[in-house]
């Protein structure tokens, strides 16, 4: 557990604290698939993460109960199965800890999966969400993400930690606006005030390298793409090697983070079904468009397990 010096102070001093303040949470990833039925209940699931018994009997009691809207294809309500990612956070009360599903995401966790999504898009070009109109097909993939420096002062101390920026691109690729949704430090100690300031010193830096990013875009047809389908998120990692500090960290085990709120970019509809925050991603991941998966019953984010 790294601690945040005072002899940092000055230097993150310099960087006014964005909004929002953080908070100290637990955090861990379970990856697995879902079928849903064509009325949007959970046909079947499984869990590839290995878990600590007593978490997967909290998982595999909650899973079973939640409802999705149904999905259609052509126009008919279908059967769909997904990769998905739950996110779990835990908070210390009196008699132990108390854990709730922070997020569920549903995307590839593998590139077999990847291929298996991309393979599915072009022959059902017309799935959507009950009720919505056929997202566009869009393809964005990543030209050039040339990562941003350490920060000197940060680096020097030792602390690591995470940024999940939403890029919205321009059509030719370039990157049109940053926002930085959420930022987190890992297993690090101090005054929250002090590790607001590392946060923002870290969103900063995160966001200057971005603006210098390039991607491939490609979709089909000829109408003009939305600010929604130019969108994509990106995680970037800030680490030193530390012992559980790796993308396999929240995978199956448990790990502190000082987490900041998680904001929508101003360009998304306030609406947006797809809040990702940064525990849902490693930092070799980058998530594009919107998933059809989406949870009917948004109770479920938050809920004690």
């Known amino acids: 557990m790294s601690v945040l010096l005072v002899a ?34 959970v046909m079947d699931y499984r869990i590839t993460t290995k878990l600590d018994p007593q978490v997967e009997k909290l998982v595999r009691r909650a899973v ?19 990769p998905m990612r739950i996110t779990l956070a835990a908070e210390e009360m009196a008699q132990g800890y108390r854990v709730t599903v922070d997020n569920v995401v549903f995307r590839p966790n593998t590139t077999q999966q990847y291929e298996a999504e991309q393979a599915s898009k072009k022959a059902h070009p ?42 919205r691109l321009n059509p030719d690729g370039t990157v049109a606006e940053v926002f930085a949704a959420q930022s987190s430090l890992l297993n690090v100690k101090g005054g ?30 000829q109408s003009p793409l939305s600010a929604e389908a130019l969108t994509v998120r990106v995680p970037v990692d800030y680490m030193l090697g530390s012992p559980g500090a790796g993308p396999e960290g929240l995978t199956g085990t448990w790990r502190h983070e000082f ?28 998530l594009a468009g919107v998933s059809p998966f989406e949870l009917s019953d948004k109770s479920v984010i938050g809920k004690s397990l």
Do not use: C
């Open 259 to 286: 987490r900041g709120p998680n904001l929508a970019a101003p360009w998304l509809p306030a609406d947006h079904a797809s809040r990702v925050g940064v525990s849902d991603l490693n930092g070799n991941e980058m």
């Open 126 to 167: 017309r799935m959507s969400v009950a009720g919505e109109a056929p997202a566009p097909l869009v393809w964005i993939t990543s030209k050039r993400l040339q990562p941003p420096k350490y920060p000197s002062e940060l680096q020097r101390v030792g602390v690591e930690g995470m940024v999940l920026l939403n890029l």
């Open 192 to 221: 929250s005030s002090l590790l607001d300031r590392a946060r923002t010193m870290l969103e900063r830096n995160a966001s200057a390298a971005a603006k210098r990013w390039t991607f491939d875009v490609a979709s089909e047809g």
């Open 8 to 41: 940092a102070a000055s230097a993150s001093a310099q960087a006014p604290v964005g909004p929002g303040k953080g908070e100290s949470v637990l955090t861990m990833r379970v990856d697995g698939e879902l079928s849903i039925d064509p009325e949007g209940r």
């Open 64 to 82: 079973p109960a939640w409802r999705f809207k149904p999905i259609l294809v052509d126009g008919k309500a279908a059967i769909a199965t997904s």
